[in-house]
């Protein structure tokens, strides 16, 4: 089944302590995305990956961090968590933008408590 | 810069009854315009996606949508709504950039809230 997984759905953590939130997809996809999703903001790009090694700042960047070292997966990294990262984040993949396609298939969310 | 606006927060709706959640965007260029939902505790699916040709697309679950550029407006509806149809609604747009990063901007959201 084409899917994009995250882990963990769920975490509850203290201020500074660092973490990572997995994604992974199977779909070959070249393009990989990190979302958070606040009340009232709706979903706002954090970082994204053209391919390999080739990554750049969304519009929410500040606090995190990434890296794709595999073409399916893209972690997510908080180095030193604050409780303004308290949110549900979201991780995205698609084709190249130039497929012409457009469609990006969601993971199902981890849910951040920053305390 | 491209936004998008969703100006329902909340609409409540009786079973049967057709609904409109409405968005609307603005960019200075071409635009990719698609609607997502997201049922409760899930991720986000594609509803529908509008990319170029006809403007009135048809997507999942019974739900259509009109992409009208004169009014920079690209609005949900459906004719008869299922209690199955709460969910959260997003509205976004994407490309137009030129340099091609796929990056989805997205409304605040509109709780569609469908009541027996």
């Known amino acids: 089944e084409a899917q994009v997984t995250q882990n963990p759905r769920y975490l509850i953590t203290v201020t500074g302590k660092k973490l990572t939130v997995t994604c992974s997809q199977n779909m070959n996809h070249e393009y990989m995305s990190w979302y958070r999703q606040d009340p009232g903001l709706g979903l706002r790009q954090i970082y994204y990956?053209?391919?390999?090694?080739?990554?750049d700042k969304g519009d929410v960047p500040e606090g995190y961090k990434v890296s794709r070292k595999e073409k399916r997966n893209f972690p997510l990294i908080l180095e030193s968590p604050s409780p303004n990262q308290t949110s549900l984040y979201f991780c995205?993949?698609?084709?190249?933008?130039?497929?012409?396609?457009?469609?990006?298939?969601f993971g199902p969310g981890t849910r951040l408590t920053v305390t | 810069a491209q936004s998008v606006t969703q100006l329902d927060s909340q609409v409540p709706v009786f079973e049967e009854a057709p609904v409109e959640l409405r968005c609307n965007y603005s960019?200075?260029?071409?635009?990719?315009l698609f609607w997502y939902v997201q049922y409760p505790n899930q991720g986000l699916q594609l509803l529908l996606k509008y990319l170029s040709g006809s403007t009135l697309v048809k997507g999942i679950n019974g739900f259509e949508a009109e992409f009208n550029k004169s009014q920079t407006s690209f609005h949900l509806r459906k004719p008869s709504v299922h209690i199955s149809d709460t969910a959260e609604y997003f509205c976004a747009v994407s490309g137009g950039y030129g340099g091609a990063t796929n990056k989805l901007i997205f409304g605040t959201g509109t709780l569609l809230a469908v009541q027996p």
């Open positions: 995205a993949s698609s084709l190249y933008p130039t497929s012409g396609t457009y469609e990006q298939y």
């Open positions: 960019s200075s260029v071409s635009v990719y």
């Open positions: 990956s053209m391919n390999v090694e080739v990554t």
